[in-house]
């Protein structure tokens, strides 16, 4: 999914704006109104804050700016699983081997996010499945990446 279609997307349910924030903040959300860091120079960037923003419009409630307290980085670690599942999901990553993309770098680039949204999308599907998952009539690897296509389904 591309930044466009993202924006499109959130912006029958949200206001979307780009302005300029600190350069530590990438995005922040609160009262159905997201804020994009206007100095985010790549697309593949800002897509993946904005699906991380999204997510915390629909998981997180509330100030969770202090990541010292525990109950805000659940709220964080949510908001980012939801971005991961959505613009990354399972089905993608079967999309991507189907079209021959054959590192991280070209994965990143099929699917229009950042290297670092990869990286840490893969982390999280191994902490949900483990290093490996049957998908359809697919065995998922996370580590090394890879995809096996069975000839039947036989799990």
């Keep these: 999914m591309r930044y466009e ?50 997510g915390h419009y629909h998981t997180s409630y509330g100030n969770i700016l202090d990541q010292s307290d525990i ?15 959505k613009i990354f999901p399972l089905e993608s990553i079967i999309q991507a081997h189907k079209a021959g993309i054959k590192n991280k770098y070209e994965l990143a680039e099929f699917i229009g996010v950042t290297e670092e949204f990869i990286e840490e999308s893969l982390k999280r599907y191994i902490e949900k499945f483990g290093v490996s998952v049957h998908y359809k009539k697919f065995t998922i690897c996370f580590e090394p990446l890879g995809v096996v296509e069975w000839f039947e389904d036989s799990f």
């Design 5 to 54: 279609s993202l924006l499109n997307e959130a912006n029958k349910y949200l206001y979307i704006y780009e302005k300029q924030l600190p350069a530590n903040i990438k995005g922040l959300q609160g009262e159905n109104v997201i804020w994009i860091n206007k100095n985010i120079s790549t697309r593949a960037e800002k897509l993946s804050t904005l699906v991380e923003e999204m």
């Design 71 to 85: 109950r805000n980085r659940k709220q964080e670690l949510r908001a980012r699983q939801w971005g991961y599942e």
